[in-house]
């Protein structure tokens, strides 16, 4: 059932430096559809994107305020990615469902990625950086949206970067973010060049002011690849003119202390050249010999929910252990603030409460003990069974344990029900449900 006729409302904020209000509702016209607005996910260069709901359905909004656009230039690139990417339907790229606006804001309404962007992904996991299993499955998927731009759209998406790729609740990486896009024959024909994307994802030729092309892209998802891969990208310096300078010299290393195979190694050097014509494409990335470690189901975002590679925020790992939990009350911990990672893409909102992040936190361990223990049946290796008569007995025996102490940690089912883990990080939690009705389920803090 949708709503109408609301009074308009605005999201209440109590600090200055929160993102700016934005209604309470919005109404989208061309749908007949009113969402409801929730917490801010993240902002960039002139947009801020939110949680957004109607009915039982889930997306995030960005939101353009009309007030930024001061200049005729700046109105034609928003409606430039508006025509773009609302042409755009593939499986590893953000879906654009509907734009609208009223006298105050542009709206775009887009895929909720739950799990945020691909770089708050690699620095939440431990050393900052990601198994090379899982780098590669990300890196298919966000090759297979790039040639999909490339070969059936003729569109450049012009900032491809960890930060531009969200995490949807499959754990499927999509691209996102297409203000910076164009379609090739514009770059083609342009006769001067912008400096625009990210700089520590810009080939040599992009800063050469020479454009961008299907090299710069394959340039700039080899640099992704090598940020998975070893926690940063391959050209970050503490100057923006001296990644400038490595960039155009190609002058990287290649860490020897992290376990990479050879195969993923050769991949990067053979990307990362300064000759376009001389780097891998995105066919022939595809094609590369990496990606024949990965089974017929490992190539799907799929792969990395059974696996069960949650991430958590670092910033809530103190928080997180046994000792914080049980010393702080919840209203001391919602007011704790957290150093949240953001990125010009949908990053989270540096200055959202910390109860907001600490209640994802807490959703992502959550399904992360459910699922183990719910796969620990399958996996007799691991798993003990229950082998004596439970009305004799205590509570706190344990019924069903799982051990991923090689990857995640120690996770355990006792008696009563309740369900604990013991992560690599020595923080804990435990959870109990409390059914208040068939579709509704609580978690508590023990």
Same mark, same amino acid.
């Given at each position: ?6 009074s308009?409302?605005t !999201?209440?904020? /109590? ?5 700016p ?10 749908y007949q559809?009113?969402?409801?607005i929730?917490?801010?996910?993240g902002?960039?260069?002139?947009a ?6 109607s009915?039982?359905e ?11 656009? =001061?200049?005729?230039s700046?109105?034609d ?8 990417h609302k042409?755009?339907q593939? /499986? *590893? ?11 105050y *804001?542009?709206?775009? $309404?887009?895929?909720y990625?739950?799990? @945020?962007? $691909?770089?708050?992904?690699? *620095? ?9 299993s899982h ?16 070969s059936?759209? =003729? ?15 499959s754990?499927?990486?999509? $691209? ?13 024909k ?22 961008h ?5 394959a340039?700039?998802?080899?640099c ?6 070893? @926690?940063k990208?391959?050209?970050e310096?503490?100057?923006?003119q ?8 190609c ?9 990479v195979?050879?195969?993923? !190694?050769e991949?990067v050097?053979?990307?990362?050249i300064?000759?376009p014509?001389k ?17 017929? /189901? ?9 696996q069960?590679?949650y991430?958590y925020?670092?910033?809530? =790992?103190?928080?997180?252990s ?10 001391s911990?919602?007011?704790l /603030? ?14 959202s ?13 959550v399904?992360f ?7 620990a049946?399958?996996?007799s290796?691991?798993?003990?069974a ?5 009305n004799?007995l ?19 089912t006792?008696?009563? @029900?309740i !369900? ?7 923080s804990?939690i435990?959870v109990?449900y409390?059914?208040?009705l ?7 803090? $023990?």
């Open positions: 059932m949708h709503h109408r006729g609301r308009p409302q !999201r209440d904020s /109590s600090n200055a430096n929160k993102a209000l934005c209604p309470q509702y919005i109404f989208d016209p061309k559809t009113t969402y409801t929730h917490q801010c996910l902002k960039g260069g002139f801020y994107v939110y949680r957004a709901t009915d039982s889930t997306f995030a909004i960005k939101v353009i305020s009309l007030s930024k656009i =001061q200049s005729p700046y109105g690139k928003i409606q430039r990615e508006i025509d773009i042409k755009l593939h /499986s *590893n790229i953000v879906s654009l469902f509907s734009t609208f606006q009223d006298q *804001n542009v709206y775009l $309404l887009l895929d990625c739950p799990y @945020g962007t $691909l770089l708050d992904y690699i *620095n939440s996991r431990p050393n900052t950086k990601l198994s090379e780098s590669i499955v990300f890196l298919k998927q966000i090759l297979k949206a790039t040639k999909y731009l490339h059936e759209c =003729q569109i450049l998406h012009r900032d491809i970067k960890p930060g531009n790729v969200l995490l949807s609740a754990m499927t990486a999509k $691209l996102a973010d297409f203000g910076f896009s164009c379609s090739i024959n514009q770059e083609k342009a006769t001067t060049h912008s400096l625009c994307g990210t700089p520590n994802y810009l080939a040599p030729e992009v800063i050469c002011r020479r454009g092309s299907i090299a710069t892209e340039w700039a998802i080899g992704t690849f090598y940020c998975m891969l070893y @926690g990208p391959p050209f310096s503490d100057h923006l001296k990644t400038y300078d490595m960039i155009r010299r002058a990287y290393y290649i860490p020897d202390h992290v376990p195979s050879q195969r993923s !190694r991949l050097v053979r990307v990362l300064d000759n014509t780097r891998l494409t995105i066919q022939e990335m595809l094609r590369h010999e990496v990606f024949s470690t990965l089974n017929r /189901s490992s190539s799907h975002g799929s792969c990395l929910n059974s069960l590679d991430s925020s670092k910033s809530c =790992q103190n928080l997180l046994p000792s914080a939990i049980s010393s702080r009350s919840p209203r911990l919602s007011r /603030s957290s150093k949240i990672n953001v990125d010009s893409g949908y990053g989270n909102d540096p200055s409460s910390f109860s907001r992040g600490l209640g994802r936190t807490l959703e992502k361990y399904r003990v459910d699922t183990l223990l719910e796969d049946g399958e996996s290796s691991k798993v003990t229950d082998i004596c008569d439970e004799t205590p509570d706190l025996y344990v019924s069903k344990w799982v051990d991923y102490t090689n990857r995640f940690g120690f996770c355990c006792l008696k009563n @029900g !369900r604990t883990a013991l992560f690599l990080d020595d804990a435990s109990t409390v059914f208040l068939p579709s509704l389920s609580l978690y508590c803090i $023990l």
